[in-house]
């Protein structure tokens, strides 16, 4: 049993004094800059867990086929198409126009339109950097993506390419090879400002790759010849310029990685799968002092933890020790000691959710991962208030530090590259074998401190998923092919049955996909599939979610299989999944609507003026006139229509929909194909035209109190007009009140409560073929339900909770057994106006995909 942790930070007793002396006698001799004078204190920014209605604003501008696009497009550029050249590869990068907009410049750091030319003008230094381009952000800006590493010839580099997919591939054979051990160049991937206005990575970068470029010391030549340095330079350039934490879609990129709904998202994905890094820094800012990970418990289930914290945590330690070395204080400078959470807090910064960069890329085979974030604070506030010459010295502290936590890892990698290769040949061979993971002790981690119960998170892998053929209907071909896709598109591998088969004691129909978890990343086909756990009683706090499920969320049946042999299964390997577009030869045709692809299809064909009605399940019926316009549907949006006999009820109509809501619900919403048009009370407040409006979709930045008279009178006439309304959370559960429209009760649960809950579904236009579980953050539910109202759907009886974190107030009350089998979500009409309301979040960050489609048809369902 290990010690107890503490609140705050600890001084080291002589035993770890004398592992950081070792540490520092081996530092890698780069030039550090030379550190500030001046004194200041500013205070950590405080966690942010979504983005803001403002963010929504800033997204209304990003064209909306990026969000169509984001139903199928999966994959980023291939950065292994170049690996038939050597190194280096010198690429002309093109100069954008100067911008003296960008928010860099007042720090006194690169602007975006800088880093072009310093990046051409480095390639020109010597023979040692090389520039790709990993692909484009939201806002359109390249991506750099940087390597730096001794010369390779064409057939170097192809030998290096084939000891890396050995590794990953056959590791039991890699663990032997003598020459993966001498010679297998080590990948480091260091990311820079995935967070736009956390900037000084990217320029801490730049020193240090100028540094590399032209290095003579023996040192540096070594450390080049052992090692491949990856830098994505601007992970966020829309951020960059724009001053923001969010790209030009309003998303915090740093959530995105388990759905990888953005392109800056998934190109660092690919740079995971393409490089294989074993081992990575996401610099960010801003905290005093600067904090360095390993984290907090609860610690992610699905690594491979006992050989993740014990690398993690010597690299924290030299990075620590090179950081003091910088000679920075609280009195001199406003700079504090270092902190490492996991030695030295006891919750609150945890590694549980893969959303974040360093705890996505462990399941690639890194074995040391860290969020550095440095310690002085110069965005928000901060920016608009500070003088610009104390910003500017704050941000060249930043610069310092982060070179020192970039120049320590090198160093601690290179001393250090055959142990961290054979550690990450263990994570690949373990998953490939089915190896029991070892539980972390200060017996299995040596050398790190205060181990203890509260550390020991692992998991019961099944022996395979099974994702069934649409159960042998067409029902849920869509969401399966699309989460095969993702799969697929992270490196996790997937056969496809030739034949019927039985496997853990159920029969399968052909075409059904197989993941069998005896493979390489079983942690992170697990992670993806799993349904969590729920980890509400084991502590207090989470920074971030603690449930995602995509086997629970994304619409498609998912088995896991606890015995039985998947090999005797006949299967071949896929890279893509099999599509599903159908289109019935005769008659009227069907649309389920349980899909937003098929929310999409059906919206371009309102949008062509095809007719549609709706059934009483909430499908919709399409004439046997709109065939060949369903057959180009089908074809774009891979979805089925199949034959019916109904004719359906209410016609339907293209919604528009005037949205205050959050960036992922805007972008979920343009996923679906709805005309959207963003909106809040300041929108409102300055005039708005509510003629060319169908509903209204309200979750965040619309109050109805702040409007002014004429706002507020232009929006109570649309309502009394026939406009519907679909409102979600405390802020259209209050519109709803303010308005006096649907008679409920809205009852507000834990606002830090999150994850995958078990509802009951009514069916009908709203809920008809949903799935039984939903997605909640601070979640809601009805009471006091007047004449009228409808139940669509209810939390689960018992615990609702599946996975995640979610516990009652201080009061009793807020906790998951209020919630069970009360509504969440309602439907009715008021005073002519039909109204749906959600206490669950189904368009979470654009990540529930399965649960989209009930917003989808709500909004279907209450457009005028």
């Known amino acids: 049993m290990g010690m107890s942790r503490p609140s705050g930070p600890v001084s080291l007793p002589p035993s770890r004094s004398v592992a950081l002396a070792a540490v520092a006698a081996g530092a890698l001799l780069l030039t550090a800059l030379a550190p500030g004078s001046a004194s200041a204190d500013p205070t950590p920014r405080p966690v942010v867990r979504e983005g803001s209605p403002s963010d929504a604003g800033r997204a209304s501008g990003a064209p909306a086929a990026a969000a169509v696009r984001a139903l199928g497009d999966t994959r980023a550029p291939g950065l292994g198409d170049d690996e038939a050249r050597g190194y280096p590869r010198e690429r002309k990068l093109v100069v954008p126009p100067e911008n003296p907009a960008d928010k860099s410049i007042k720090l006194g750091l690169t602007p975006y339109h800088g880093i072009a030319p310093k990046l051409n003008a480095l390639q020109r230094v010597g023979d040692r950097v090389s520039v790709e381009i990993a692909g484009r952000s939201a806002g359109g800006h390249q991506l750099y993506l940087v390597t730096v590493t001794a010369p390779e010839s064409a057939r170097e580099t192809a030998r290096q390419e084939r000891m890396r997919e050995r590794i990953e591939n056959a590791p039991g054979a890699a663990a032997g090879d003598r020459a993966i051990k001498s010679s297998y160049k080590t990948p480091v991937f260091i990311n820079n400002n995935i967070h736009g206005n956390e900037w000084e990575g990217t320029d801490a970068a730049l020193k240090l790759i100028e540094r590399l470029a032209g290095a003579k010391d023996a040192r540096s030549k070594d450390l080049l010849a052992h090692n491949r340095l990856y830098f994505s330079i601007t992970a ?31 190109a660092v994905r690919q740079i995971a799968v393409a490089k294989q890094p074993a081992v990575m820094l996401d610099l960010h800012g801003y905290v005093n002092g600067t904090l360095i990970e390993p984290t907090t418990p609860p610690h992610g289930e699905n690594y491979e933890y006992d050989l993740f914290l014990k690398n993690s945590y ?15 204080t609280e009195e001199k400078d406003g700079v504090k000691p270092p902190v490492i959470p996991f030695r030295d807090q006891q919750e609150g910064w945890d590694d549980w959710p893969p959303i974040f960069t360093p705890q996505y890329l462990p399941f690639h085979g890194a074995v040391a991962t860290h969020t550095i974030e440095f310690p002085m604070q110069v965005n928000n506030e901060e920016y608009e208030t500070r003088p610009v010459a104390e910003l500017r010295r704050r941000a060249a502290v930043n610069v310092d530090i982060a070179g020192a936590a970039m120049r320590a890892t090198l160093d601690h990698t290179d001393r250090h590259r055959r142990s961290v290769i054979a550690d990450q040949i263990e994570v690949f061979r373990r998953g490939a074998t089915g190896a029991e993971q070892v539980p972390v002790s200060e017996e299995t981690v040596p050398g790190v401190p205060a181990i203890g119960p509260e550390d020991v998170y692992t998991t ?31 490196d996790v591998r997937v056969g496809r049955a030739s034949h019927g088969f039985r496997l853990g004691g159920r029969t399968y129909p052909k075409g059904s996909y197989v993941v069998d978890m005896h493979q390489p990343k079983r942690g992170l086909a697990n992670v993806m599939l799993a349904d969590g756990r729920d980890i509400s009683g084991k502590v207090s706090t989470m920074y971030d979610i603690s449930g995602w499920s995509l086997g629970r969320l994304w619409g498609a049946s998912v088995d896991a299989v606890r015995s039985g042999d998947p090999h005797r299964v006949h299967t071949r390997a896929v890279r893509s999944a099999a599509r599903v577009g159908y289109v019935a030869p005769r008659g009227k045709l069907r649309l389920r609507l349980d899909d937003p692809r098929e929310i999409a299809a059906l919206n371009s064909l309102l949008a062509q003026g095809v007719s549609a009605r709706r059934d009483h399940d909430g499908s919709a019926i399409l004439p046997a006139s709109a065939r060949r316009a369903a057959t180009a549907a089908a074809k774009k949006y891979d979805v089925a229509f199949d034959a019916t006999k109904a004719r359906g009820g209410a016609a339907l109509h293209r919604t528009r929909v005037a949205a205050a809501v959050t960036p992922g619900e805007l972008f979920a919403l343009r996923e679906m194909n709805f005309d959207v048009t963003p909106v809040s ?25 702040k409007l002014d008279p004429g706002a507020r009178a232009g929006l109570d006439r649309f309502l009394a007009g026939g406009g519907g309304l679909v409102g979600r959370g405390a802020a259209g559960a209050a519109l709803n009140t303010a308005a006096k429209l649907l008679a409920v009760e809205p009852v507000q649960g834990n606002g830090d409560a999150n994850g995958v809950v078990r509802v009951a579904n009514s069916g009908g236009a709203v809920t008809g073929g949903a799935p039984d579980h939903s997605f909640v953050y601070a979640p809601m539910w009805f009471t006091g339900l007047g004449s009228g109202v409808r139940v669509e759907q209810t939390y689960g009886t018992g615990d609702p909770l599946v996975s995640g974190h979610w516990r009652a107030l201080e009061d009793g009350g807020g906790g998951p057994s209020d919630a069970a089998g009360r509504a969440s979500v309602v439907s009715g009409s008021a005073g002519g106006t039909d109204v749906v309301l959600f206490g669950t979040e189904p368009l979470f960050r654009d990540h529930p995909k399965g649960v989209f489609p009930q917003v989808g048809r709500a909004l279907l369902s209450v457009g005028r």
Request: aromatic fraction near 8%; proline fraction near 5%.
């Open 236 to 266: 966020n350039p829309d951020g960059r310029i724009a001053g923001t934490r969010a790209n030009a879609n309003g998303f915090d990129l740093n959530r995105d990685f388990i759905t990888a709904s953005q392109p800056e998202t998934r």
């Open 314 to 328: 010597a690299n924290a330690l030299g990075m620590e020790a090179a950081i003091k070395r910088l000679g920075y």
């Open 460 to 490: 019961d892998f099944p022996r395979a998923y099974v994702i069934p053929a649409g159960g042998g209907s067409r029902r849920s071909a869509p969401a399966a092919a699309r989460l095969v896709d993702h799969l697929l598109a992270n």
């Open 681 to 705: 009370t300041a929108v409102l407040n300055s005039g708005f035209d509510w003629r060319k409006t169908d509903a209204l979709f309200v979750s965040a930045g619309l109050d109805r109190g």
